[in-house]
């Protein structure tokens, strides 16, 4: 099972500020076969990135994917109030399909 | 749009079967281009791929519950449901359906999920 690393646990910033989230696999696994997810209290998650760099349909472009072989990172220029909350990434390149424990983003 | 909603008791006894249903609307099962899955998350933690199922049946499951977990699909309700086992208090947890994978281009991309709803093991 490949297992997800990721850092940090929690980042404390402002709006406007930019953010970088990072992941890292246990493992390699197929190219690129790798998302990103927000969550706020209380909703299921939402699929903000896939295959490392896509962004999914209605996402706004300050949210990006980057990455390969076992770091990824997610990169979020200028936060807006909204973007407070719990950031997942997930591999689905080897099964079973696993998550990252999860980056919170809060309000400084 | 695609809409998932899950389905089923709220509270189960310890050593019993949870079953919980996903409906969904927007999308058809039987149209052969995605898998459904099944997701957890225990209160205040991270997320857990409980398994999958494709239109015909064909299932995946993840190897830590692969012994306790059974997903089955009715494609003539647009439903797919899943069966864990011998439930402890350790299942506790919200329990989500996703679309995903992709059947066609092998992506396991989740999108959309359903509200999820929250499986207490007590008794």
């Known amino acids: 099972e490949i297992v997800l690393t990721q850092s940090p646990g929690t980042l404390s910033l402002s709006p406007g500020d930019g953010a970088t989230l990072s992941c890292r696999a246990s493992?390699?696994?197929?190219?690129?076969?790798l998302a990103w997810y927000q969550q706020k209290p209380g909703q299921a998650p939402r699929l903000l990135i896939y295959?490392?760099?896509s962004r999914a349909t209605g996402i706004p472009d300050r949210f990006s994917g980057s990455g390969s072989g076992t770091d990824f990172t997610l990169t979020i220029s200028g936060l807006e109030p909204e973007d407070f909350a719990v950031y997942y990434c997930q591999q689905y390149g080897s099964s079973p399909w696993t998550f990252g424990q999860g980056t919170k983003v809060e309000i400084k | 749009q695609v809409q998932l909603q899950e389905s089923g008791p709220g509270l189960v006894k310890p050593s019993q079967t949870l079953s919980l249903t996903c409906t969904v609307s927007g999308d058809s099962i039987s149209g052969g281009r995605y898998y459904w899955s099944w997701i957890r998350q225990p209160a205040g933690k991270g997320l857990e791929w409980i398994g999958r199922?494709?239109?015909?049946?064909?299932?995946n499951y993840n190897p830590s519950l692969k012994s306790r977990v059974s997903i089955s699909v009715d494609t003539s309700k647009n439903q797919f449901s899943l069966k864990l086992s011998s439930v402890t208090a350790a299942d506790t947890a919200v329990y989500y359906c996703?679309?995903?994978?992709?059947?066609?281009?092998?992506?396991?991309?989740?999108?959309?999920w359903g509200q999820g709803t929250l499986v207490t093991v007590s008794s």
């Open positions: 295959g490392a760099s």
């Open positions: 199922i494709y239109t015909s049946g064909s299932t």
């Open positions: 493992q390699t696994f197929s190219s690129g076969q």
């Open positions: 996703a679309r995903g994978g992709d059947y066609f281009d092998s992506s396991g991309r989740f999108d959309p």
